[in-house]
């Protein structure tokens, strides 16, 4: 499961650097802190969640 959950990690950081397009919904499910924009707040709650620091 943490290897999937990484690979979308890296989706994310794609998409905030322009190299990968995301539908609307693919925004909407990135956006875990859910302030409306995909961003490195979004990549590293994810990546605390994977180590267990925090929930989602």
């Known amino acids: 499961m943490a290897e999937s959950q990484s690979n ?3 989706y994310i950081q794609k998409q905030m650097v322009g190299l990968s ?3 609307n919904e693919q ?3 990135a956006d ?3 302030d409306g924009v ?3 707040f979004d ?4 990546q ?3 180590v267990g ?3 989602i």
């Open 53 to 55: 620091l925090v929930e």
């Open 38 to 40: 995909v961003s490195i």
């Open 8 to 10: 979308h990690l890296c």
């Open 48 to 50: 605390k969640y994977l």
């Open 27 to 29: 925004i909407i499910n």
């Open 21 to 23: 397009d995301f539908t």
């Open 32 to 34: 875990v802190n859910g």
């Open 43 to 46: 990549a590293t709650h994810i």
